[in-house]
């Protein structure tokens, strides 16, 4: 299995950035797709974005135009920036992976532990 650890959240006011960085760690599947998910406590845990194994992107559309997700192969890290921060924003952050070349839609293989994001008012 992957190990996959979350860093660079914390807490921002409204209409401020955040980038989220995962690295991954352990065997590297040979061909994967990446994507970051975010829950609230008492609610179901939602895909906030995805890049494929080609490099296909893919966001919800509550974050579309504000939050763009990359990889750097090299470094087996993938980002999550976020732009244009709002209060609903705020959850537990995590990514997650696969193996196969797209993720939106189905089940991930390995997931990282989260990292909280909290935007204020």
Not at 62 to 89: C, H, W
């Amino acid at each position: 299995a992957q190990v996959l650890m979350e860093s660079g959240g914390g807490s921002v006011q409204a209409g401020g950035s955040l980038r989220l960085s995962c690295t991954i760690s352990g065997h590297t599947y040979n061909g994967y797709c990446m994507a970051w998910f975010r829950q609230v406590p008492g609610k179901e845990r939602e895909a906030v974005a995805a890049i494929d194994s080609e490099g296909t992107t893919r966001n919800t559309d509550s974050v579309k135009g504000r939050f763009t997700i990359s990889q750097d192969s090299a470094k087996n890290t993938v980002y999550l920036q976020m732009n244009s921060l709002k209060p609903e924003d705020t959850a537990t952050y995590y990514c997650a992976t696969r193996a196969g070349w797209m993720c939106w839609g189905y089940d991930m293989d390995d997931w990282g532990k989260g990292i909280p994001v909290t935007i204020s008012s």
